[in-house]
């Protein structure tokens, strides 16, 4: 979880790994401020670099996420889904078909 939370909060974050808190708490407790005050575009990046970036050897964990994704995204009636590892702007259901 280190590493991942540390490739986070470089590369998404462009923050310095030092500047990581040492207890979970408080990084948690950045985490999810960022996360409920973003825009929605930032939160679908968030989404997106998580899928891609999270260390899941046989990609079921990265599956099962994109499918809960895609299952609230249609139940908010949102116009993107996760297409790929992509979250895209979809007009029509033969577009999350490629």
Known sequence: MWMFLSLLWNSYFKKPTDTIGRRWSSSYKFLRGDFFSAP???VYDFI???VNNYPDEDEQVNERAIAACNSVLESEMSGHRFVGKQI???TSKEEMLR
């Open 48 to 50: 997106e670099f998580v």
């Open 88 to 90: 895209t702007p979809i």
């Open 40 to 42: 929605w575009y930032s």
